[in-house]
């Protein structure tokens, strides 16, 4: 190989680095900025496609184009009727204008940084302007009739002027102004999760249980009542049952002791003398049985038939 040679493969090995150091490829879902020797020059790169920048000299910086999420952190915050709650929100943007995005925050990290001060500091200030319960509701509702009378008077049912969504509509209204300046968009905030803080949950439970005590023992009483009811009607049935029973044996009771009175009295009247005969015998087997000794004196009727049969 002679030196006109190698000279040409050490260009062409040049341009090839050259060119590969200078290209690059914007997709659908990226935007770049371009600095050289740290500044930014010229407008963001939004079109996918190859591009092409000096090597060595400009650095192409990469940003998403979709929307990024914000995860905040749980913070401990005093309602404005001095309730302490536990907050947990998240929020949705968008690098809307790249070049201010890099020249204020440089990165996502920086602008993760900022929007825990702004959405977090704007979430305090929105909390601590609205009572406890609109932070928990977001509309009134009809409740429970069942429930009514176990509520106070500053129960969770009392009506509310502004409630979740509004708090969580200022917060976005408020912070949405912030951020712009920053190159960011912001698309949604939320509320994630409320929660009372250890002692207040305390409270708050044990006015749970002393409601449903309340509750339990008004039905209690309901079902006493009705239990009583229902043992009264039962007894007054069932006195009602046995005097009719009762009058019921009585007319056949007395309708058989007519009936056997009249036999009774046909029979007599066939035969006086034997009737007479047989009721004896009946009255002596009644008062006597073979275990015992029957004295009887000699003017006793029972004599008069036993001496008749001799």
């Given at each position: ?25 914007v997709?659908e ?7 050289q ?11 996918p ?25 749980a ?23 790249p ?58 049912l009392e ?38 803080v ?33 043992r ?20 056949l ?8 009175t009249?036999t ?9 003398e ?18 015992s ?13 036993l001496?008749?049969?001799?």
């Open positions: 190989m002679d030196r006109k040679t190698g000279a040409g493969l050490i260009v062409l090995i040049v341009l090839a680095v050259g060119i590969y150091a200078s290209a690059y490829t997709d879902t990226q935007q770049v900025i371009i600095t020797f740290g500044d930014p020059i010229g407008n963001a790169i939004t079109e496609g190859l591009h092409f920048k000096l090597p060595l000299v400009q650095v192409a910086h990469f940003f998403d184009r979709r929307f990024l999420e914000w995860d905040g952190d913070n401990q915050v005093p309602t404005r009727d001095k309730r302490f709650i536990w907050v947990d929100s998240y929020a949705r943007w968008r690098i809307s204008d070049l201010r995005f890099f020249e204020r925050v440089n990165n996502e990290l920086g602008a993760q940084s900022r929007l825990d001060d702004i959405l977090d500091g704007e979430t305090r200030n929105a909390v601590a302007r609205h009572d406890l319960v609109e932070v928990v509701r977001s509309t009134n509702r009809e409740p429970d009739q069942s429930l009514l009378d176990s509520e106070d008077e500053t129960g969770v009506i509310i002027e502004r409630g979740r969504q509004e708090l969580t509509r200022a917060v976005l209204e408020t912070a949405r102004t912030r951020v712009a300046d920053l190159g960011i968009e912001l698309i949604d905030f939320q509320i994630k999760r409320i929660n009372y250890e002692e207040v949950q305390r409270d708050v439970f044990a006015r749970m249980i002393a409601e449903r005590n309340r509750v339990a023992e008004r039905y209690r009483s309901e079902g006493e009542g009705e239990a009583a009811r229902i009264g009607e039962r007894e007054r049935e069932l006195k009602r049952i046995q005097s009719e029973a009762y009058r019921t044996a009585q007319e009771q007395g309708v058989a002791d007519a009936e056997a009249g009774y009295a046909e029979a007599h009247n066939l035969d006086a034997f009737y007479a005969f047989m009721k004896s015998l009946e009255t002596l087997e009644i008062t006597a049985d073979p275990s000794t029957l004295i009887l004196s000699t003017d006793t009727d029972l004599l008069e038939y001496k008749g049969t001799q």
